[in-house]
């Protein structure tokens, strides 16, 4: 069946310093691709997207890149700073239905 | 406005009692899910509804019964709470038929703390 595999956590790293986190998947056909955050407290929220192999989602610094050849959507941003402590998920929508898959989730801490 | 709104935020009961969380989505979408997650932030889908009809039914104890009277409301209600129902339910909502390109829109959760 589909899912999701992604870094496991905690990761920490100093203010400024280069992020990746990975993330592959399993999934018939050529499904859509997220990584949601979820700051403290708050529920989950769309970071980026993509829909189709080689697009790249981009927004707030961060970027993934779909790649079907390793099925993989690694999340990266050049310089990270305080505020983007939180958990990422990694995640996928399938083919048909309305079924989400969820990767365990990577808790990112960054330290002045 | 809040697009997917959870009620209540905080919960905390004893065992054996009985509760609901109530969720509402005003984004006119058609497909609603109810989503479980633990203390390690690992999320669990227990249910989804399609414009009022069960679509997605995990393996969820059935002490927890979802109810959707209309396709903009997604009730959840759960019986006889153990110490194990002790999580942070997340109600979120997507449009109809988007299994691509489509995504979630998650409330900010209810915590249930069963003592």
């Known amino acids: 069946g589909d899912s999701v595999t992604q870094m496991e956590g905690p990761v920490t790293l100093s203010e400024e310093a280069f992020l990746t986190i990975n993330c592959t998947y399993t999934?018939?056909?050529?499904?859509?691709l997220f990584w949601y955050v979820q700051y403290p407290g708050e529920g989950l929220q769309l970071l980026l997207k993509a829909t189709k192999a080689d697009d790249k989602g981009s927004n707030k610094g961060f970027e993934a890149t779909y790649r079907k050849e390793t099925t993989s959507f690694h999340l990266e941003k050049g310089s990270v700073q305080v505020s983007d402590s939180a958990v990422y998920f990694c995640a996928l929508s399938a083919l048909t239905g309305n079924q989400f898959y969820f990767g365990t989730g990577t808790s990112l801490t960054v330290i002045p | 406005d809040t697009a997917v709104s959870q009620t209540p935020k905080y919960l905390v009961t004893q065992m054996g009692n009985d509760k609901s969380i109530k969720c509402e989505q005003n984004?006119?979408?058609?497909?609603m899910y109810w989503y479980k997650q633990d203390s390690k932030k690992f999320l669990k889908i227990m249910f989804s509804y399609n414009n009022k009809e069960l679509i997605i039914n995990e393996t969820v104890p059935n002490r927890f019964s979802p109810k959707s009277p209309d396709k903009a409301h997604l009730n959840l209600h759960i019986n006889s709470l153990e110490l194990g129902d002790s999580a942070v339910y997340f109600c979120a909502s997507s449009p109809r038929g988007q299994g691509i390109g489509g995504e979630l829109f998650f409330g900010e959760g209810s915590r249930l703390t069963v003592l």
């Open positions: 999934a018939t056909g050529y499904p859509s």
């Open positions: 984004l006119g979408h058609d497909t």
